[in-house]
């Protein structure tokens, strides 16, 4: 009877916990959307920030941190997919691919401040590209690249061995299998997985702070000419993201709007984040019932 | 000339598979020596406050007083340290549990609506990103504390809830990989000797799966020991020991954070933060050996 009891009372705290879980998240999100949706709209998401007065907009940031975005995906992807490719393919099983490994993970733990600290003194101040996009690209970029081959490796293990063999029996190179067999078939996974991790970059500030820089220049979007200093497709111009402009008027912001600012942006933040988890989820599902036809 | 061309014939498949080779190859190098690169770079910056500018490293780990720009300038970092390791291992003191229970619920209890339900909530809360956490910290749990509590409502307290929050995801999706990576058998032996799911739980599922729990801990405050911008906006960034969890404390990233720019290349103070930076990353490492000695331990 006691066991029973005792059962009964665990099983009820369980499930007030995961409730409260669920509670946590509606009562974020939705805080988040109630305070901040109010404050979207058409001028606020397209007209630059105001430092000192009233109603100023997160135009330059919105357009920094997709710019920001595609750079670094542009970057990552190569180099992720390549190395992932190497740790599932290449990798012979011994001490070096073990190390190799441990790399991957101390990578990947390696907090997102000091990834912006080694981008300050190599990228902005040894190499010499200044606190610009591009800088704040290549840090994202060592920031995601564990996790992009975390992602591929997982993607080409998933792959059925029968047609890997089926391939290299036909006489096809290594390499070609992986890239016209392999690759196809763990597209999906590779896929959800990228968009997650672009989620993650639109949302990271704290690598950005050192190397992509806490201001933007006056931009002008009618010069789409790469090389203007004002242009908006400049990529060695400093760019302020929308989670730094997030932080920054939060500690030091000085209109008297801020916190509605904050809240606004946030709300287009989290927004973007849940469109970046639905379209994954989405489209991994898609891919996966138009590749092995399964109904 | 006919040879020539039947070899060229013959090459393309071997230069494929060079090609294929050389680039993944790239890719490892580049990562390799970017992680080298980082612990170089880092390493050298942090130690010239000692090599350089030659600040006892027992001061700089066990003072209590940070002065950079004082006559005389004092680096005492225990301050940060504390605040770093109090506000991480308070996150994962509430995170462990809540975790925990989400992961048994999902595992055990309820399955169906766990998947369908309860797993994407958790996906969400590790996709929302740091600087929205410690904006709802700084408008929501800040105000909250200063109502119900003395003092400003900024400090470890506040840190550690949003941490808390930030870090669940980690540990709850680690901890229901090892309850669903259970055998079968262990579970069912138990319940035919007529245990209780309880029973069952506390005293097979919990036993077996420690190791793995305990890495899901780690990683979370591995997670929390590095976050920076979300626990800089609730802390408040006082540099000293708070004497209670409400009042304005500061750690190690808030410290980097708020400093690193106002301070020149090259200065003491400067490199000073760049020790502090040594400290994070050392720990970093700290936390991976403690993950992979976990790993090592367990028995799934």
Redesign the interface.
Known sequence: MR??T??K???S???A??A???L??AG??G??LV?GLGHISFDFLTSAPETIRKGGGIGPQLFNSVFLLVLTMLITI??????G???S??APANRITNF?R??????S???????G??G???LV?LFGFGFSLFSGALALT?FN??LM?RITEQGLKGVPREQKEASLALGL????T??SVMLPIALPVILTGTI?AA??V?????AL??TAG?SSPRLDFTDWNPFSPFSPLNPFRPAETL??H??KI??EGLAPDA?EI??GA?AV??IT??I??FGA?WLGRYMHRKFTAIK | MAQSLERQKAKP??V??W???V??????A???I??F??VY??AS?GLSTFFVNHVNVIDLLSGLKWVPEGEPALFGALPFIFGSFSTSILAALIAA??GF??A???VE??PKF?RR??Q??????A??????Y???G???IVPFFRNVFPGQGIGIAAGAIVLS?MI?PTITTIATDALAALPRGLKEGSFALG?????T??RIVLPTTLPALMTGIV?GI??A?????AV??VIGNAPHIPRSLFESASTL?SA??LS??NTA?GTIANNAL?SL?LI??LM??V??FIV?WLEGRSKL
């Open positions: 066991a029973k005792a059962d009372i665990a099983t705290v369980i499930i916990v995961a409260l879980i669920v946590v998240l974020l999100l805080y988040i305070r190569p180099i992720g997919l390549g190395a490719i190497y740790m393919e290449y190799i441990l790399i991957v993970e101390v990578l733990s390696v907090p997102s401040i000091i990834v600290l080694f300050l003194l190599v101040n060592v690249l564990p081959v190179s290594k390499w070609k992986i890239t997650l989620g993650r639109f949302g990271e500030a704290a702070l050192f806490m989670a730094v997030i932080w939060n500690s916190a904050a809240a946030s933040l989290v984040v849940l970046f988890n989820r | 498949h071997l494929e598979e090609v294929g080779k680039y993944t190859l790239l890719c490892i580049f990562l390799i970017t992680i690169s980082i770079f880092v910056k549990p809540l229970c989400a048994v619920f999902m209890i309820a766990g339900y309860l994407p909530v958790i996906e969400l809360l996709g929302i990103p740091s600087v929205v410690g904006f709802v700084l408008s929501v929050v669940l245990a209780t799911r309880w029973q739980i506390y990683l591995a997670r020991f590095g976050e920076a911008l800089q906006m990233t980097i954070t690193m720019g290349m760049w930076a994070l990353m970093t490492f936390f991976v992979r």
